[in-house]
T-cell receptor
Framework: DVKVTQSSRYLVKRTGEKVFLECVQDMDHENMFWYRQDPGLGLRLIYF???????EKGDIPEGYSVSREKKERFSLILESASTNQTSMYLC????????????FGEGSWLTVV | EDQVTQSPEALRLQEGESSSLNCSYTVSGLRGLFWYRQDPGKGPEFLFTLYSAGEEKEKERLKATLTKKESFLHITAPKPEDSATYLCAVFGSGNTGKLIFGQGTTLQVKP
């Protein structure tokens, strides 16, 4: 079974804090993704990566950055958290190329106060 | 513009009452249509991938079908544990590898 593990399920952070969301996959997948999910807006892609040290902006990259130093790990960084970044964050992975099934983690609920 | 539209937004069924969820899509060159199930507070769980018109996939009480413009998720004799939000997604046009999601259908099955 594909396993995408997000290290923190629930976080509460203060405005202006730097926040790290960590994600690890155990299937040697080349592609990794970060989405956020909000009521009424659905899932929106923040960043994705096709390879180690490689990143591409998604639809809503503003206020976020990512890091992929190892193939199995993809980190989402909120440089200075703001209340409008309160959301559910979903990490996902897939094998390389386009058209392959994307598998999601359990999600990280972030509240910024 | 690439688009995925799911209907209905919400569906209430009695246990055993079969029905279908619809996913209409507009994309140039379909490279895969995906169905996911999402329980409250959890990440989407993969159900099916369909690649070409006429293809069908089944899993327990669920059956997914695909035409050139839409996909259906048929639920036969549903049980309360089938209650969840069902998401449909397709890969967008071009070579970005980006999934385009519909808004989902929230299914409630009452005993």
């Amino acid at each position: 079974d594909v396993k995408v593990t997000q290290s923190s399920r629930y976080l509460v952070k203060r405005t202006g804090e730097k926040v790290f969301l960590e994600c690890v996959q155990d299937m040697d997948h080349e592609n990794m993704f970060w989405y956020r999910q909000d009521p009424g807006l659905g899932l929106r892609l923040i960043y994705f990566s096709y390879d180690v040290k490689m990143k591409e902006k998604g639809d809503i990259p503003e206020g976020y950055s990512v890091s992929r130093e190892k193939k199995e790990r993809f980190s989402l960084i909120l440089e200075s958290a703001s209340t409008n970044q309160t959301s559910m964050y979903l990490c996902a992975s897939s094998i390389g190329g386009v058209g392959n099934t994307i598998y999601f983690g359990e999600g990280s609920w972030l509240t910024v106060v | 513009e690439d688009q995925v539209t799911q209907s209905p937004e919400a569906l209430r069924l009695q246990e055993g009452e079969s029905s279908s969820l619809n996913c209409s899509y507009t994309v140039s060159g379909l490279r895969g249509l995906f169905w996911y199930r999402q329980d409250p507070g959890k990440g989407p769980e993969f159900l099916f991938t369909l690649y070409s018109a006429g293809e069908e996939k089944e899993k327990e009480r669920l059956k997914a079908t695909l035409t050139k413009k839409e996909s259906f998720l048929h639920i036969t004799a549903p049980k309360p544990e089938d209650s969840a939000t069902y998401l449909c997604a397709v890969f967008g046009s071009g070579n970005t590898g980006k999934l385009i999601f519909g808004q989902g259908t929230t299914l409630q099955v009452k005993p």
